[in-house]
């Protein structure tokens, strides 16, 4: 007789369970017994006793390069990352591709609170704020811009330190990048439990193309990368912080271990959550930045409030739907949704300060003007003329459809089908870097192209991700896959629009997990045998090496440096890259 209440023997589950499990399908009843606290809090795997015996180091020493490996692994990334991204930072010394935009309404919003209109130079404006360094008289006409200012003031500070130049708007961009590599490491090494696979996904994406020419140009969509990066480690964080809570509130038996309760897992409340507020206004600068973080915000607040339930559920609860929305959605949209809209107001300030008399920031004073009157009339004027820019900015957005050679289908990006030149010269032999026998001339160009083989490797990745999510209901596959989806899928509604491969480098961190998960699952658990461990990690250092060596191979391009001609040919792998 089986005494198991809720649970269907073996051979009565539902065929479709059966079915599935061919598959790698994994049903609840096959979850391992064992201490709760185990499975709420996972330990951090260490490295094994044989391996510090094989490199000849002493118990003790091994001990301290353990503890302190979990900071100092991530940080040696980060120097590395640091080191590439911030090399020669002002070359090219052009502004290249939307730095015509991004870099001058920076300065001018540092300056005065609003953009400003550069049409009084002309042509001539980019050429002059390269030769005149910053003593370039600031216009006065307020500009019509279609981003939100957060990005371009933090693109702003660098310009305030270094000075208005290729070095100063960019350093920013570098610093922050560089800071992604060390949140992708720690992330990476909480949700996988080791510091081995966080720092490989840290090391990916340190030599990731795209990310690394991201970090060297002043364009908005790295500063949004970072802060979304930066709300999904909050809310990683939260994660663990709350199931720390809920293990510690459940009672021990007599021999010690914890093991569910479902009367503490319904009603538990986790009380103050101060890394999910962290979470609402990284995700509100994000939206600050650029809309698409809007997107961003909705997936991550799902995601948060399913992990709540899957808390409860592993607590023992039964009920746990209901209960998280009687003690958890609510405090979570508070944290989130109001938190984040604040601070994308707040981020307005300057604009709201300005002047409602014309001079002041671009429709400013549309509430005094054409504005006047109307249902909503008992408003602010501020309110008022900030949501109609908002709504015009909104019109443009959904009919940009202008056509340009750089434009691409979201199909096409992670397969890296048309990347962005952002910088194009061809120097003669014996100039700007062209060597003297060069016999033609050079091709010196910054793209924007991921690393081949690590987005081609992430194709596979987001496969496995997938598998594992569906078929093991492995939480961090799916958080990896939600990071994916809130910033790709959103663009395949606007495949009409004209979009860039460059907006996929907000997902390219969740790329870099993805492959880091799979590589951890060709190197295999600790308890495979010597021989699998060993052709395991053989195949993952090979696919690493290879991605290094792939980076190393598109360096000139990453970074502008004049290569001859056939050079340039030969690493034009795609026609489309052309």
């Known amino acids: 007789m089986d005494l198991r209440q809720g649970q269907a023997p073996h051979d009565q589950r539902p065929s479709w369970q059966q079915r599935l499990r061919r598959f790698g399908y994994a049903p609840a009843t096959d979850a391992p017994a064992g201490d709760v606290r185990d499975r709420l809090v996972p330990p951090y795997t260490e490295p094994s006793p044989r391996l510090w015996r094989a490199l000849g180091v002493p118990p003790l020493l091994a001990e301290r390069l353990t503890r302190w490996s979990g900071w100092g692994g991530p940080l040696l990334v980060t120097l590395l990352a640091g080191v590439l991204r911030f090399w020669n930072l002002g070359s090219p010394r052009a502004v290249i591709f939307d730095e015509t935009y991004y870099a001058k309404d920076a300065w001018a919003l540092v300056h005065r609170g609003f953009e400003v209109s550069w049409d009084q130079y002309g042509k001539n404006a980019n050429d002059m704020v390269l030769q005149q360094h910053g003593q370039l008289a600031l216009p006065t006409d307020p500009a019509y811009v ?47 439990r080791s510091t081995f696979l966080g720092c490989l996904a840290g090391t990916l994406m340190a030599v990731d193309g795209l990310h ?27 994660r663990d912080r709350a199931r720390e809570r809920l293990a510690a509130a459940l009672p021990a038996g007599p021999d010690g271990r914890v ?96 002047p409602t008399d014309g001079t002041g920031g671009y429709y400013r004073n549309w509430a005094a ?153 060709i190197v295999g658990p600790p308890r495979s045998s010597d021989t699998r461990r060993v052709i395991g990690a053989t195949a993952a250092g090979v696919l690493a090496l290879l991605i290094a060596w792939n980076f190393i191979y598109f360096w000139p391009l990453y970074t502008g440096q004049a290569i001859p001609i056939d050079s340039w040919r030969s690493r034009m792998w795609l026609d489309t890259w052309v």
């Open 146 to 192: 279609v981003h939100p200012p957060v990005g371009k003031y933090v693109i702003g500070v660098g310009e305030l330190v270094f000075g208005f130049d290729p070095f100063g708007w960019r350093f920013m961009t570098a610093l922050l990048g560089t800071l992604s590599v060390l949140l992708v490491c720690r992330i990476g090494r909480r949700m996988f």
């Open 369 to 521: 003007t054409d504005g006047k009157g109307g249902t909503w009339s008992f408003l602010p004027d501020w309110l008022r003329s900030l949501w109609h820019y908002e709504h015009e900015v909104y019109k443009f957005h959904v009919n940009l459809d202008q056509p340009h050679t750089y434009q691409s289908n979201p199909w096409s990006w992670i397969v890296l089908g048309r990347p962005v030149s952002y910088f194009y010269e061809s120097p003669s032999p014996g100039s700007d870097g062209c060597p003297v026998d060069a016999g033609e001339k050079c091709a010196r160009e910054v793209l924007a192209i991921g690393t081949p083989l690590l987005w081609w490797a992430a194709c596979f990745a987001i496969g496995y991700v997938l598998w594992r999510w569906a078929f093991r209901r492995d939480w961090r596959a799916g958080a990896v896959a939600c990071g994916i989806a809130a910033g790709w899928a959103p663009w395949f509604f606007y495949q009409e629009r004209t979009i860039f491969l460059f907006y996929a480098v907000v997902f390219l961190p969740f790329l870099c997990l993805a492959v880091a998960m799979m590589i951890g699952a």
């Open 212 to 238: 690394f020419v991201m970090s060297r140009t002043s364009l908005l969509d790295g500063v949004l990368m970072f802060f979304v990066v930066a709300a999904f480690g909050c809310l990683v964080v939260d």
């Open 259 to 354: 093991r569910p309760d479902g009367r503490v897992a319904d009603a538990f409340r986790f009380g103050w959550r101060p890394w999910r507020w962290g979470a609402g206004v990284m995700l509100g600068l994000a939206v600050g930045t650029k809309w698409s973080g809007l997107y961003v915000l909705a997936a991550f607040c799902v995601m948060t409030v399913l992990w709540d339930v899957g808390t409860r559920k592993v607590a023992g609860a039964r009920h746990p739907y209901l209960a998280v929305l009687k003690y958890d959605t609510g405090a979570a949209f508070v944290a989130t949704v109001p938190v984040a809209l604040v601070v994308y107001v707040a981020s307005w300030t300057g604009w709201i300060l300005s």
